[in-house]
C-alpha cells in the first residue's frame, strides 16, 4: 500500500513539472513576434486613416473651391461697353471736367496676372493673382475671421453702400491669390484677426509659439533669410475694400502682406478666407481670341473672354482641371466708385504696425521687384513673444 502510494506521488510530481527555460524563451519570441505584428498592423490602419482623413479634407475643400470659382465666373460685374453722359445745359465747364474725370478713372473688372507681392518658391515659381468684380460675394463673410464683418460694414458706411448691411449681397472687389503655407495665418494670429485653432492654427501654447517663431517669421526676401518657402501655398480669397481699391487704381500695389501699419493690414487681411491648402502648383488660363492668356485684364462687356480655366496639382499628389463659364450684369464697381473718406489716411494716425515702426513709410517693406533698403526692411519676427 505504502508502495503505490509513493509511485502516485512521484506520478503526480512528473505531471507537475514546469516549463524549462528553452520553452520559456521560445514563447516569449514568439509571443514579442505575435505582439509586433499586431502593433505594425494597428499603426498601418492609423496611418491609412489619418491619410484618408487628410485626403477627404483636400477633396472636400477642391469641390467648395470649385463651387466658389463658379459662383464668381458666374456673376461678374462689368462696366457697360457704351455708356451716354447726361449734363444740364447749366453745368460749369469744371463740372463737366470733373465728372469726365471721375467716368475716366476705372480700373478692369477682371484682372489676371502675376502676382508681383510674392516671391517664388524654391522650385521659383510665382503664383497669380485673379482680380475680379462680383455682383454677389462668392464667399460667405461668416467663414472669414470675426473682426471681418466689422470693417466691411464699416467699409459700406464710409462709401454709402447700404445695399447689403450683412455682406451676403451687394458688388465686390476681390481678389484669389496664394500664400505660401501658414505664413499670412501667422500674421492674422499675430494681429488679433484670428484666435488660435482658427483657420487651422494650432492651440496649444507650445505649438502656437512653435508656429509664430523664427522658423515662420515673414522676411522680404525669403531667399535673403534662408527661409525660402517649399512649393506648398494656401488659396485665399480677399475682398478689396475702397482705401485698398483707391490705391490699386492709382497704380500702387498690389501689396505684400507686411506692407504698411497694424491697421492698414489689418483692414486688408481681415477678409481673407483661405479655401484649400497643400497646394504644390496652380493657374489659371483665359481662352479669348482663340487662345489661352495667362495675363489678361477686362472691363467692359465687350472685353469678357469665353471661359476660364483652372488647373491645381496638391503636394499628396491630387489634381485637378475646371472650366468655367462666363456669365455677367452691368453696375458700378463698389470700391472705386464711391464716394467715402476711407481710402484717405489721415496725417499722423496709425500704429507703426506689428514691429513698432512709425507710420512715415520709411519703415515700410516693398514689394518684389522693387529695391529694398535693408536698413528699412520690414521682417516680422516672433521670437521675442514669449
Request: charge should be negative; include cysteine; aromatic fraction near 8%.
Amino acid at each position: 500500500m505504502d508502495t503505490a502510494n509513493i509511485q502516485n506521488q512521484k506520478q503526480s510530481r512528473a505531471g507537475a513539472r514546469g516549463f524549462t527555460l528553452i520553452e520559456l524563451v521560445l514563447a516569449m519570441v514568439l509571443g514579442s513576434m505575435i505582439l509586433a505584428g499586431s502593433i505594425g498592423v494597428f499603426s498601418a490602419m492609423r496611418s491609412m486613416e489619418t491619410s484618408f482623413a487628410a485626403r477627404f479634407e483636400r477633396t472636400n475643400e477642391l469641390q467648395i473651391t470649385q463651387i466658389i470659382m463658379t459662383r464668381s465666373m458666374l456673376g461678374l460685374q462689368m462696366q457697360e461697353t457704351e455708356r451716354s453722359t447726361v449734363t444740364r445745359s447749366n453745368t460749369s465747364a469744371d463740372s463737366v471736367a470733373e465728372q469726365e474725370a471721375e467716368e475716366a478713372e476705372s480700373r478692369a473688372r477682371i484682372i489676371l496676372e502675376t502676382d508681383t507681392s510674392i516671391y517664388p518658391d524654391s522650385t521659383q515659381w510665382t503664383p497669380q493673382r485673379f482680380e475680379l468684380v462680383t455682383a454677389t460675394p462668392p464667399v460667405p463673410i461668416g467663414l472669414a475671421s470675426q473682426a471681418a464683418g466689422w470693417y466691411v460694414e464699416q467699409d459700406r458706411v464710409d462709401s454709402l453702400d447700404f445695399s447689403a448691411s450683412d455682406g451676403s449681397q451687394g458688388a465686390v472687389r476681390g481678389v484669389y491669390e496664394l500664400r505660401p503655407a501658414g505664413q499670412r495665418e501667422a500674421i492674422m494670429l499675430k494681429l488679433g484677426l484670428i484666435a488660435p485653432g482658427e483657420f487651422d492654427t494650432p492651440t496649444n501654447e507650445n505649438e502656437l509659439y512653435a508656429f509664430t517663431n523664427a522658423s515662420y517669421q515673414i522676411a522680404l526676401n525669403p531667399t535673403e533669410s534662408g527661409l525660402q518657402s517649399s512649393p506648398n501655398w494656401t488659396l485665399w480669397w480677399r475682398p478689396i475694400l475702397y482705401a485698398e481699391g483707391r490705391m490699386l487704381l492709382e497704380g500702387q500695389g498690389p501689396s505684400p502682406d507686411t506692407l504698411g501699419t497694424s491697421e492698414e493690414i489689418r483692414s486688408r487681411l481681415a477678409g481673407a478666407v483661405p479655401l484649400m491648402h497643400g497646394i504644390e502648383r496652380c493657374n489659371w488660363e483665359i481662352y479669348k481670341g482663340d487662345e489661352y492668356v495667362q495675363l489678361f485684364s477686362a472691363l467692359e462687356m465687350k472685353d469678357l473672354p469665353a471661359y476660364a480655366q483652372f488647373e491645381v496639382i496638391l503636394t499628396n499628389g491630387q489634381y485637378a482641371s475646371w472650366m468655367f463659364e462666363v456669365d455677367w450684369v452691368l453696375g458700378d464697381d463698389p470700391s472705386t466708385t464711391s464716394s467715402g473718406s476711407s481710402g484717405e489716411d489721415e496725417e499722423g494716425e496709425g500704429n507703426g504696425g506689428l514691429d513698432g515702426a512709425n507710420d512715415t513709410g520709411e519703415n515700410r517693406a516693398t514689394r518684389p521687384g522693387q529695391t529694398i533698403d535693408p536698413d528699412r526692411a520690414r521682417v516680422f519676427d516672433f521670437r521675442n513673444d514669449r
